[in-house]
């Protein structure tokens, strides 16, 4: 189930909760896509996400390329460990920066990303 998003300091925050299939991650990118040419910040607000189906995983690397050549990002808040194993499996750690909180993420805008953790 996807909340409505919110914009917070420069940022466009996306709440996700629940599971996250084929269907919701379109709903998802396109509330992305149709905020790039406002703010290309995005951070996805993902602590109340149960799962996410991996075939939706390529839709959100579209975002996030989509995201910085308009020179902003993509990125994640609050992922469970199971999501981070996840997104590791499929080898995207690198290419997303994840963060404990919201606030964390937006923070992250002004500050240079030195890779994933490790």
């Known amino acids: 189930m996807l909340n409505r998003e919110f914009a917070a300091r420069d940022a ?10 084929m ?15 406002t703010n290309p910040r995005v951070v996805l607000a993902m602590a109340a996400v149960e799962a996410i189906a991996p075939m939706t995983l390529g839709l959100l690397l579209g975002a996030a ?10 990125k ?13 499996l ?3 750690r690198q290419f997303f920066e994840t963060y404990g909180s919201v606030e964390e993420a937006i923070e ?3 500050e240079a990303w030195e890779g994933p953790e490790q």
């Open 23 to 37: 269907r919701e991650m379109t709903r998802v990118k396109s509330m992305i896509d149709e905020g790039i040419a």
């Open 90 to 92: 499929f080898g995207l």
């Open 76 to 88: 994640l808040a609050g992922l469970a460990p199971e999501l981070r194993t996840t997104f590791k």
């Open 108 to 110: 992250s805008f002004d």
């Open 12 to 21: 466009l925050v996306v709440n996700v909760r629940g599971a996250i299939d």
């Open 65 to 74: 390329i989509k995201l910085r050549e308009r020179g902003g990002d993509l």
